[in-house]
T-cell receptor, first 114, second 111 residues
């Protein structure tokens, strides 16, 4: 079975500061991992995904995440926050391959202060 | 272009009524999922399907049902709507090179 824990339901950073959103996963099989972003009153948009290739994954809008098997983590980072990054971010896990439930964490709301 | 569409976007219904939310994808994905999103709970899996005539219960399946008669559609039915089912519902399909694709959501209010 898979599960995801996102540490911190709310994260606040200043514009230009580093963004770090934490995600730890549990999986009994090799996982695929995802980060999604949701802007207010919209659906979910894929930021990036890990599917057992490179452990450092680059996504859209300057975000990246590193898969660390030893720490069972997949933290999302961005060197410099922009006001437009304010949104809710979800980490999700599924098992590798083409079948598996996609399980989400509880989400982290990112606030960016001017 | 391929897409995944949900309808209706907004629905108000009365307690006890049967309600069906539609999800239609033209990606030709085998896997389809239904989630509900509630404040503080993230997205919780209701039902999912790995292909035609395959359906499985997720973590919050009580009071919901799905059927998969073709690749494109996975309708979600609330057998007897309850106020606790007021939520935003998302349908998703995948995976492919883009991961999983989500619909725009249906906001359901049960009064």
């Amino acid at each position: 079975a898979q599960s995801v824990t996102q540490l911190g339901s709310h994260v606040s950073v200043s514009e230009g500061a580093l963004v770090l959103l934490r995600c730890n996963y549990s999986s009994s099989v090799p996982p695929y991992l995802f980060w999604y972003v949701q802007y207010p009153n919209q659906g979910l948009q894929l930021l990036l995904k890990y599917t057992s290739a490179a452990t450092l994954v680059k996504g859209i809008n300057g975000f990246e995440a590193e898969f660390k098997k030893s720490e069972t983590s997949f933290h999302l980072t961005k060197p410099s926050a922009h006001m437009s990054d304010a949104a809710e971010y979800f980490c999700a896990v599924t098992r590798s391959g083409n079948t598996g439930k996609l399980i989400f964490g509880q989400g982290t709301t990112l606030q960016v202060k001017p | 272009d391929a897409e995944i569409t949900q309808s209706p976007r907004h629905k108000i219904t009365e307690t006890g009524r049967q309600v069906t939310l539609a999800c239609h994808q033209t990606w030709n994905h085998n896997n389809m999922f239904w989630y509900r999103q509630d404040l503080g709970h993230g997205l919780r899996l209701i039902h999912y399907s790995y292909g035609v005539h395959d359906t499985n219960k997720g973590e919050v399946s009580d009071g919901y049902s799905v059927s998969r008669s073709n690749t494109e559609d996975l309708p979600l039915t609330l057998e007897s709507a309850a106020s606790s089912q007021t939520s935003v519902y998302f349908c998703a399909s995948g995976p492919d090179d883009y991961g999983y694709t989500f619909g725009s959501g249906t906001r359901l209010t049960v009064v």
